[in-house]
């Protein structure tokens, strides 16, 4: 038997999730079967170029590895991206050299094959609507470090004219605090990570880090920690609430380190619903993410694999 040889390699796509501390990706092959999977620290204080480099020498790893010839490759990436050219327009200011840069170009040049850049979290909803065979309409949040949203409506992002639909985390009138986007009371001060460890600083006196700490303390039944969580399920609830009322949405997807306290949100949302269900009556259901951690490159290969149809016809 001959190793290694062309014909021994079937064809694939590479997912590639970006984030501020670390690049994930994942080879698939056309069955969507996932072959392979790793992770590198990403070099977002180097710049840009530093940033493709390293995405690109991870995936061709694991192409490799997983003996995939690949046809395509996606990616999610944090930022508002311009999804006709591939390029970010704005990001945070934690990725040096990172708005503006032409990453889809940056990788198609690294990988010889046809990039798709989505933003993160469209990406992530990209990837558990097709798990969970969603067709229609979902709002997607992600609460992270910070909190982000995503809309499928026809099955079809809804991008907005300057890429920056859904926007959930930075709607008003949740709390009177202040936002990481300096703004007063939006989302985000109550139901991202980062907020559930400092509205429970607020109230204990205690520091004891993020969701992850707090959720912790909740469980163990200390009452300030499940009251954070119930105000962020509250919001969170509210929030959802807000958006099938207004797009006649039927469902929600949860993600992101905090959704993992499912069984401490639920309560909070659960009472929202209860109080601010959308007025049409149509039940709005509010689901934890099933994917984990591959959502975002998953979703990333759903745009990535509607560019090679589009390259091959
Ligand atoms: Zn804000």
Same mark, same amino acid.
């Given at each position: 038997?001959?190793?290694?040889?062309?014909?021994?390699?079937t064809p694939g796509h590479a997912?590639?999730?970006?984030?501020?501390?670390?690049? %994930?990706?994942?080879?698939? =092959?056309?069955?969507?079967? +996932?072959?392979?999977?790793?992770?590198?620290? %990403?070099?977002?204080?180097?710049?840009?170029?530093?940033?493709?480099?390293?995405?690109?020498?991870?995936?061709?790893?694991?192409?490799?590895? !997983?003996?995939?010839?690949?046809?395509?490759?996606?990616?999610? !990436?944090?930022?508002?991206?311009?999804?006709?050219?591939?390029?970010?327009? %704005?990001?945070?200011?934690?990725?040096?050299?990172?708005?503006?840069?032409?990453?889809?170009?940056?990788?198609?040049?690294?990988?010889?094959?046809?990039?798709?850049?989505?933003?993160?979290?469209?990406?992530?909803?990209?990837?558990?609507?097709?798990?969970?065979? +969603?067709?229609? =309409?979902?709002?997607?949040?992600?609460?992270?470090?910070?909190?982000?949203?995503?809309?499928?409506?026809?099955?079809? *992002?809804?991008?907005?004219?300057?890429?920056?639909?859904?926007?959930?985390?930075?709607t008003p009138g949740y709390s =009177?605090?202040?936002?990481?986007?300096?703004?007063?009371?939006?989302?985000?001060?109550?139901?991202?990570?980062?907020?559930?460890?400092?509205?429970?600083?607020?109230?204990?006196?205690?520091?004891?880090?993020?969701?992850?700490?707090?959720?912790?303390?909740?469980?163990?039944?200390?009452?300030?920690?499940?009251?954070?969580?119930?105000?962020?399920?509250?919001?969170?609830?509210?929030?959802?609430?807000?958006?099938?009322?207004?797009?006649? *949405?039927?469902?929600?997807?949860?993600?992101?380190?905090?959704?993992?306290?499912?069984?401490?949100?639920?309560p909070g949302i659960d009472d !929202?619903?209860?109080?601010?269900?959308?007025?049409?009556?149509?039940?709005?259901? +509010? *689901?934890?993410?099933?994917?984990?951690?591959?959502?975002?490159?998953?979703?990333?290969?759903?745009?990535?694999?509607?560019? !090679?149809?589009?390259?091959?016809?």
């Amino acid at each position: 038997m001959t190793q290694h040889h062309e014909t021994d390699t079937t064809p694939g796509h590479a997912g590639i999730d970006i984030g501020g501390t670390k690049i %994930a990706a994942l080879i698939v =092959d056309e069955s969507g079967a +996932i072959r392979a999977r790793g992770t590198v620290p %990403a070099p977002a204080r180097e710049g840009g170029s530093a940033m493709a480099d390293a995405a690109a020498r991870l995936v061709e790893g694991l192409a490799r590895e !997983a003996a995939v010839r690949l046809r395509s490759a996606g990616v999610g !990436a944090a930022g508002v991206i311009d999804h006709q050219t591939g390029s970010i327009r %704005a990001a945070s200011a934690t990725f040096v050299d990172w708005a503006g840069f032409p990453l889809g170009h940056e990788l198609s040049a690294r990988l010889e094959v046809p990039v798709g850049v989505e933003n993160d979290v469209n990406a992530f909803l990209l990837g558990e609507a097709a798990a969970a065979g +969603i067709r229609d =309409d979902v709002l997607g949040v992600m609460l992270g470090t910070g909190v982000g949203g995503a809309v499928i409506i026809d099955g079809e *992002l809804r991008r907005g004219p300057h890429g920056a639909a859904g926007e959930i985390g930075h709607t008003p009138g949740y709390s =009177d605090l202040v936002c990481t986007c300096g703004q007063i009371g939006h989302l985000e001060t109550l139901a991202s990570g980062t907020s559930i460890g400092l509205r429970y600083a607020e109230r204990s006196g205690r520091h004891v880090g993020g969701s992850r700490e707090v959720a912790v303390l909740a469980r163990e039944g200390d009452a300030d920690a499940c009251a954070v969580f119930h105000a962020a399920g509250r919001a969170l609830g509210r929030a959802c609430a807000s958006a099938a009322t207004l797009l006649d *949405l039927p469902r929600a997807i949860v993600g992101g380190g905090v959704a993992h306290a499912w069984e401490l949100l639920r309560p909070g949302i659960d009472d !929202a619903l209860r109080t601010d269900a959308p007025v049409s009556g149509i039940p709005l259901h +509010i *689901l934890p993410a099933r994917l984990g951690g591959d959502a975002v490159a998953l979703g990333a290969i759903e745009t990535a694999r509607s560019l !090679a149809l589009a390259a091959a016809s």
